[in-house]
């Protein structure tokens, strides 16, 4: 059995907080997609840490944690990690586990990054720079250097082999930085990642689930800048949503039971590409610096607008929601009045859909008023409690998607969440 916990927006929905919370529940934390872009943030006894490439179980001790085959691994950021996490007094030996058909990010993917990036001017995606596409782009060209690959003895052949071939690419875009510092970095934690628990993860995840231990998967960015089905080209190159997890960790559909959906009470984005609510104003301004909008991986600030019921209800829709955990709903609890965004004008017609191009077309979101609730909540723990506005508010965004909101999470700590 396996469950699934992913976001619903454009990242950042506090799925690190949200997986931490219900490890206990589960034998096996499971990533599935993505890589360093990712900056899952957790508060462990009272200490704030961020997590790019292991998943958000590994402070539960009798947790497993593994990283799926469809994710993409740099071996610099992982050493670092695992340094991070043993001051905790976590060992990783013991319950990190990686997969052998995860694909490894070289020095030279985050070059092309840059490089791809700088080409692009004025339309750059606003990658975080950690060599995503490029890594994925080697993926499905049939080119990449899986975790399984440093056990043998080829793997410093194939990584000139591969390297060679991205300087090639390099030369084209003009990129001339040297990068051998990098290099010298990648190897020492190559040497590393080979004390670590390499393991067939099809098996090792089946395996388990035959002895009926619980698996929760957990997603990286969010399903708006799903490769697929997001604002493209402004999105990551992975499939974030739950259809990821079956390719992402070799797991069979009818094994997906609830399928968890993260979003903020609000709406946020980070990096380029359209995003119809956003608010430009000091409304905006005010739930940036309420919300503490400043990305957990490049600390670029997040841009912030109203919640987006159009955008919301598609992610459901693709996703296959059971519940939706609704996050940072505190961040609202000074706010005179709440917007909802519940229609499109799309080239002056209303429309319930997220169109195929938003750059392409006139998008004008249409709202619903809200009253606040003047209440500061981040202490209340039972959702008798919550603010009779605050209920109207979940309630006419749980009819408007349908799928309903079980948990509201009111703080970034550990213990600041409601059951509803
Ligand atoms: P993720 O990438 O989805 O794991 O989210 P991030 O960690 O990038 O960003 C979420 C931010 O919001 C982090 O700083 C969390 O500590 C914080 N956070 C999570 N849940 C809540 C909440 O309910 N209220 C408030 N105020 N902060 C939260
Ligand atoms: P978590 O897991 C928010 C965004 C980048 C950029 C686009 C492509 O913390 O929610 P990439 O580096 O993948 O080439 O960047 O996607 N992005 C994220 N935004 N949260 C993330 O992860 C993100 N990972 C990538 O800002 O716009
Ligand atoms: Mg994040």
């Not at 067939?200 to 689930?209: A, T």
């Not at 005179?336 to 080239?347: F, G, I, K, S």
């Not at 077309?361 to 606040?372: H, N, R, S």
Request: hydrophobic share 35%.
């Amino acid at each position: 059995m396996v469950d699934v916990i992913l976001g619903l927006q454009w990242g950042d929905e506090g799925k690190g907080k949200i997986v931490d919370y219900f490890a206990p529940d589960y034998d096996i934390i499971a990533r599935f997609q993505g890589g360093p872009n990712a900056g899952h943030t957790l508060y462990v006894d009272g200490k704030k840490v961020v997590l790019h490439q292991i998943p958000s179980g590994i402070f539960h001790q009798n947790t497993v944690n593994l990283i799926g085959n469809g994710v993409v691994l740099d071996p610099v950021t992982l050493k670092r990690e695992c340094d991070t996490v043993a001051a905790f007094g976590i060992d990783v030996r013991k319950n990190l586990f990686i997969s052998e058909r995860t694909n490894i990010i070289v020095p030279t993917h985050r070059a092309l990054d840059k490089a791809s990036e700088l080409s692009k001017g004025e339309s750059k995606i606003g990658s975080t720079l950690k060599g995503i596409g490029p890594a994925y782009m080697d993926k499905t060209g049939r080119n990449a250097l899986r975790a399984g690959d440093l056990l043998d003895k080829t793997f410093v052949t194939q990584y000139i082999k591969l390297r060679l071939k991205h300087q090639r690419l390099l030369d084209t875009y003009n990129f001339n930085e040297d990068i051998s510092a990098w290099e010298e970095e990648f190897f020492e934690a190559i040497e590393f990642l080979r004390t670590l628990n390499i393991v067939n993860g099809e098996y090792f995840i089946n395996n388990k689930m035959s002895e009926g231990k619980k698996i929760l998967a957990e997603g990286a960015q969010g399903s708006m800048l799903d490769v697929d089905f997001g604002t493209f080209p402004f999105v990551t190159s992975s499939n974030t949503i739950s259809a990821g997890v079956c390719t992402g960790l070799g797991v069979a559909p009818q094994k997906i039971k609830q399928v968890l959906g993260v979003t903020k009470a609000y709406c946020t984005r980070v990096g380029g590409g359209p995003f119809p609510t956003e608010l430009e104003n000091a409304t905006g301004e005010e739930l940036r610096k309420i919300g503490n909008e400043f990305g957990a991986t490049t600390g670029r600030p997040r841009r912030c607008g109203w919640i987006d019921l159009v955008a919301l209800k598609y992610t459901c829709m693709i996703n296959g929601v059971t519940q939706v955990v609704m996050t940072k709903a505190d961040v609202l609890d000074s706010f005179e009045n709440l917007d909802v965004c519940t229609t499109y004008h799309v080239n002056g017609k209303e429309s319930v859909e997220v169109p195929f191009q938003i750059t392409r077309v006139k998008l004008e979101p249409q709202y619903k008023t809200f009253a606040g609730w003047h209440t500061d909540t981040t202490a209340i723990r039972d959702a008798a409690n919550l603010p009779a506005n605050m209920s109207s508010y979940i309630q006419f965004i749980n009819e408007y998607i349908g799928a309903p909101v079980k948990y509201v999470s009111n703080g970034p700590g550990r213990d600041q969440i409601v059951k509803l």
